[in-house]
């Protein structure tokens, strides 16, 4: 239908709950699941005389985030205060950063499914990160025609991440959230929990035609609480915005909510009142001046980066980018693979890299346990994969050993081996006399083969692999076979 | 610069002051009077200097990440006018 090719611009603003014990201004907890306002303090709730006091650890896990992108450390960042009136901001204002952020610059890595069963690599360049507070929470539930006002999240300590508005599809924006919360919770900033709202994305999307070089009108998607919702949402709003000028429309700036349960967006906020926060810099708070001994400290505690060992895996290890940047995805899954690796040698790394991924993961999805509860253990993984590199058993038989060993049906892969007897048969003569058996009795197979059918000599192979109970190396059955045929 | 007198309704409502139709007209010329002082301020010739975010010359302090508060809930709630189940009750709010 479409005369006109639209290209789809996205950009991210992302909301990391910082894990620290305390607030950013008071002293109080931060620990989800409270009773209401139970870690709402007199800073908190906003009472007459009450000074914010900026938490050591907030600012240290901005510095951590920022060197982790390759961002520049604000040496001199300010607060400032945004204002607006909602019941679940006491102050009035939200204390945030706004003419001088605390992290400038800096790039997130990805790496995006094409849709084919490919991917593609991307670089999402990032505009900022800020520090600020959350807000309390309004709950609209009936209380007599009143709402209930919980400032327990008050004062939480948020970064917000921005990019730039280089994503080009949904894929991308997904692509990108994901590489951003994997990297959030490698450098151990952020739990991560989506549920409980420790990552909220908001999307900034617009449409233009192909070629065109500015921007069209902007629309905001706010609180985004899952990949599959961010995705959804997207989708929804680009399809509106493409309707809306084919139409003959014009989309007007406004900031919108994704309903789950329609799968649509819809207008929020009045364009009249949004964005009209009058930014002042709080006078309460002196600038934030953080000297390089400081970050280089800090640099000094942080761990590898994904993007690092990534390429590590694919230079050391000869994976693919896809492997490498699947095996990267959590700190906790590339300590398994390295403690697997580590413990059977870099010559099977290839093979560690497909057991962990494939059977293991596979495994781990279905019971719905995460890697660190394996039943599994890397060095029972690692004797396994030994035991395939060493020609000990097939790559079926391993699949048996493997859930034998989730099973708990033995302690390693050696002693499931032993007591089901399932060792590879690699003598010669105990081979053959399995084929000469399946031979005699299988004829029919014997004469098709012989008049040309090549189907028939692998369903003598299968024969006697059945007849081997698995057991038999498969390529020495075909060799043998041939031989004996030929 | 100076302001319309709908600026200044919409200023007041953005800082929900309730300002009578006959309070407008003085509000307005207050508040242009400011804008002379900023205009008088803007002739100072600051090539060259740093703007300051704060009138002192110091840093942030920094307080150590620890939980120092503890539970004063029904303290701070005896004076609220309207709790319930340990949340503070607000007129409705419809978004």
């Known amino acids: 239908m479409s005369r006109t090719d639209w290209e789809v611009v996205i950009g991210l603003e992302v909301h990391t709950q910082l894990n620290t014990q305390s607030k950013i201004f008071s002293g109080a907890s931060i620990a989800f699941g409270a009773e209401p306002n139970a870690q709402a303090c007199a800073v908190d709730i906003a009472l007459p005389g009450v000074l914010p006091v900026l938490n050591k650890g907030a600012v240290e896990r901005a510095i951590r985030f920022g060197l982790a992108v390759g961002a520049t450390i604000a040496p001199k960042s300010i607060f400032a205060r945004k204002n607006y009136f909602y019941p679940d901001l006491p102050k009035g204002y939200q204390i945030s950063q706004y003419e001088l952020p605390v992290v400038v610059g800096g790039q997130i890595h990805l790496l995006v499914p094409d849709g084919k069963g490919g991917a593609y690599e991307k670089v999402v360049n990032l505009t900022r990160a800020h520090l600020e507070e959350d807000a309390g929470k309004s709950l609209h539930e009936d209380f007599h025609g009143m709402t209930g006002i919980d400032l327990n999240r008050a004062g939480t300590p948020l970064l917000e991440i921005v990019s730039e508005p280089e994503m080009r599809s949904s894929a991308e924006a997904v692509a990108y959230a994901k590489a951003l919360h994997a990297l959030v919770r490698w450098i151990d900033i952020c739990d991560g929990n989506m549920q409980e709202g420790s990552f909220r994305c908001d999307a900034n999307v617009s449409v233009r035609p192909r070629g065109q070089a500015e921007f069209g009108t902007r629309r905001e998607i706010k609180n985004l609480n899952s990949f599959r919702f961010l995705q959804q949402a997207i989708d929804f709003e680009v399809q509106w915005q493409i309707d809306l000028i084919e139409d003959g429309g014009k989309v007007q700036q406004a900031t919108v909510l994704f309903d789950p349960d329609s799968g649509e967006t819809r207008a929020m906020r009045s364009k009249e009142d949004a964005h009209d926060y009058r930014y002042f810099p709080d006078p309460d708070l002196l600038p934030l001046v953080i000297d390089s001994a400081w970050i280089e400290r800090v640099k000094g505690e942080l761990p590898e980066l994904p993007a690092a060992l990534s390429g590590r895996f694919q230079g050391e290890y000869g994976l693919s980018a896809y492997d490498a940047t699947t095996l990267t995805a959590s700190r906790e899954v590339a300590q398994f693979y390295l403690d697997t690796v580590a413990a059977v040698g870099s010559a099977n790394a290839k093979t560690c890299a497909n057991w962990v991924m494939g059977d293991l993961a596979a495994r781990l999805n279905k019971a719905e346990l995460d890697i660190t509860a394996s039943p599994v253990s890397a060095t029972q993984l690692a004797g396994l994969v030994a035991r395939i590199a060493d020609n000990t058993i097939s790559n079926a038989i391993a699949k048996k050993v493997f859930e034998a060993l989730w099973n708990k049906e033995g302690d390693s892969a050696d002693a499931i081996i032993d007591a089901q007897g399932l060792k590879q048969v690699t003598d010669t003569g105990a081979i053959e006399a399995i084929i000469d058996e399946v031979l005699a009795a299988n004829p029919k197979s014997v004469e098709e083969f012989r008049a040309g059918k090549e189907k028939a000599f692998n369903a003598l192979v299968g024969q006697c692999m059945k007849a081997s109970k698995g057991k038999a190396n498969p390529a020495q059955v075909n060799e043998l076979l041939k031989k004996k045929l030929g | ?95």
């Open chain 2, 1 to 95: 610069m100076s302001l319309s007198l709908d600026e200044v309704r919409h200023i007041a409502k953005l800082a929900r002051l309730e300002l009578a139709e006959g309070d407008l007209a003085a509000t307005q010329a207050k508040l242009n009077g400011i804008f002379g002082l900023i205009e008088e301020m803007q002739a100072v010739d600051t090539d060259g200097v740093e703007p300051m975010s704060h009138p002192q010359e110091l840093a942030q302090r920094l307080r150590e990440d620890r939980v120092t508060e503890s539970d004063r809930r029904a303290a701070y709630q005896s004076v609220a006018p309207q709790t319930e189940s340990g949340l503070y009750l607000v007129p409705k709010v419809i978004e």
